[in-house]
């Protein structure tokens, strides 16, 4: 009996410990999963969170950024370029010199583009674009940019009175474009725009020299 009795004890004794340890392991493991659980949350979080926002932050600025300076110069060289082609564009029927007219349909095909690359910047920006003829040639002061006498008696002279003329125009119209170059160069934040600017000083600086060359200045 008293054999019987113990054997009992040990059971009930074995048994409650086992429940105990089962006990215990599924606390220990709740408790693990749970903070597991929570902290691969919060790392997840706290690693997005903060770079997300400012990653497209920083893209969207990269993408648009610009000032006053940029839309200047953008406003102010549409119609800079729209005078110089059309100048050059007087070229083939007036002019004399092969190496004029070669110069002419090298600075349309150069600014041409240009134009429709500031365009799109303007546009991009959500400012207007220059109308067509708002070149005004009362705006003759702004980047050597020719009066209207000047224009009409480019258009009034042939052979070598019109090489002449459209070099010595020309050179004085290529000075203003680097000069608003510079100036963009200078003040200006849109990188692509800073880019055109100094293609546009190369470009036309050795032009200004060609010119002078032809006129027996260089």
Known sequence: MIRKRSLMHRTA????AGTTALVLA??????DDGSAGHGGHAATASSSAPSSPSASASASAAQGQHNAADVAFAKGMIPHHR??????????????????KKLAADIKKA??????????????????????????????????????????????????????????????HHEGAVE???????????????????????????????????LGKG
């Open 13 to 16: 004794v074995v048994a409650a």
């Open 26 to 31: 599924a606390c220990a493991g709740s408790g």
């Open 83 to 100: 005078q110089a082609v059309e100048m050059a564009d007087l070229a083939p029927g007036r002019a004399r010199s092969a190496e004029v």
């Open 111 to 172: 600014q041409d583009p240009e134009i429709r690359t500031l365009s799109g910047w303007l546009t991009s920006w959500g400012e207007d674009v220059p109308a067509e003829g708002a070149m005004d040639h009362s705006a003759h002061g702004m980047g050597g940019m020719m009066t209207a006498e000047e224009m009409t008696g480019l258009e009034n002279a042939s052979g070598t009175a019109f090489d002449t003329a459209f070099t010595e125009l020309m050179i004085k």
């Open 180 to 214: 608003m170059a510079r100036t963009e160069q200078a003040d200006g934040a849109h990188g692509p725009a800073k880019k055109m600017a100094g293609e546009i000083i190369d470009s036309q600086s050795a032009e200004i020299e060609q010119m002078n060359a032809l």
